[in-house]
């Protein structure tokens, strides 16, 4: 396994790797607390738009489906919240037009997008020295922001009228949140895709709490439990010659069906 770490495109995947861990670790727990995985999928989708346009104008495509990430955060919460509208509705509404305006980019970009693929399955074996750079950049933030106003994350994630009752900014704070939800769907996409983000958002958070309700200990076993799994995931897929995304995503679904059969089986012998 570590003669694979002597080439410099698996060292930066296995950079990538921790990275999208730390990211999935932190971020997915309130998304998962907080229920709102739905919201998840509209935000990563609606980076399509993005995605398209990084095509079109000729630049690092990451770059661009940063702001439009973060602009389909803030529509959902906004048009939910200020317009007569479900949220449902305005996720299914920005989903549907940000896959349209980078299927619409792509179309009218002169010649062939070769790289698309990855950006819509994943593939951590491409990610390059930028990348990286652009990942670290966005896991600060992301662990910065976090840490400053954790507590008031942990209080909305819980109870939201109830934190705004006791003057915790509720809705600010969401939408601070939906912010950090599209960062981090930036830092996932070029490792599984936008196609499998969610997986890989929502099941280390589901893991580790067979194990713990400690919202702390939560955010610490997604994130061991994603750099572990992660790094097997990208492992066998180097050996095997298998897509690393969906590599990585199967690895980690296999480990839930395997704990949640182990924890059964012992809650039934005790009982």
């Not at 389909?72 to 939910?80: D, E, W």
């Not at 980078?102 to 994943?122: K, R, V």
């Amino acid at each position: 396994m570590i003669e694979m770490f002597h080439y410099e495109f698996m060292r930066n995947a296995l950079m990538a790797a921790i990275l999208v861990s730390i990211a999935c670790g932190i971020v997915g727990t309130f998304v998962v607390i907080r229920r709102i995985v739905f919201i998840s999928g509209g935000i990563t989708h609606a980076a399509f738009g993005g995605i398209g346009m990084g095509f079109f104008l000729g630049i690092n495509p990451v770059l661009t489906a940063i702001p439009f990430s973060l602009l389909s955060a803030l529509g959902i919460g906004m048009i939910s919240r200020r317009v007569n509208m479900s949220e449902d509705s305005a996720i299914g509404m920005l989903w549907t037009v940000g896959m349209a305006l980078g299927i619409l980019f792509i179309g009218l970009t002169p010649g062939y997008a070769p790289d698309l693929f990855s950006y819509l399955f994943g593939s951590i074996l491409t990610v390059s020295n930028t990348d990286i750079i652009i990942m670290l950049i966005l896991d600060i933030i992301i662990l910065t922001t976090v840490i400053y106003f954790f507590k008031e994350f942990q209080a909305i994630s819980f109870d939201e009228e109830f934190a705004e009752i006791t003057g915790v900014p509720a809705r600010l704070l969401y939408f601070l949140l939906l912010c950090l939800v599209a960062l981090s769907i930036i830092v996932l996409i070029r490792v599984v895709g936008v196609i499998l983000v969610i997986a890989l958002l929502t099941i280390p958070t589901v893991i580790a709490r067979q194990f713990t309700n400690q919202l702390k200990r939560i955010i610490t076993y997604s994130s061991l439990f994603a750099v572990l799994f992660t790094v097997l995931g990208l492992w066998l897929s180097y050996e095997f010659d298998l897509p690393s995304g969906a590599t990585i995503v199967l690895v980690l679904a296999a480990l839930f069906f395997i704990i949640s059969a182990v924890k059964s089986i012992m809650l039934r012998r005790r009982s």
